[in-house]
């Protein structure tokens, strides 16, 4: 996919969350973030800028070729994410 591609689709993403508005919007794949999102240090977990009014966390990508986060990274940032979503129910 193309950086293009990319920045294209986190417009189309933006309008899906206004019209849905989850919770929460998860970016699988820390380098598509930074592409899409134009913020290239950006780390893994929730971003302070939300998407369509919504928190979002960009995340690794669970996919066997991404060998950068190996499973208890990865366990760690998708618990991140569970414990921020738990939190807003309780609270």
Known sequence: MTAA?????RERLTRLVEGVQPRAVAVLGLSAYRT?????????GRRPEPLGGEAVW????????????Q?????????????????????
């Open 5 to 9: 591609e990319l920045r294209a689709g």
């Open 36 to 44: 899409a999102f134009g913020c290239p240090h950006a780390t893994v």
């Open 58 to 69: 960009p995340l690794p990508n669970p996919s066997g070729r991404a060998a950068g986060y």
């Open 71 to 91: 499973l208890p990274a990865l366990v760690s940032a998708y618990a991140a994410l569970r414990a921020s979503l738990d939190a807003d129910v309780a609270g």
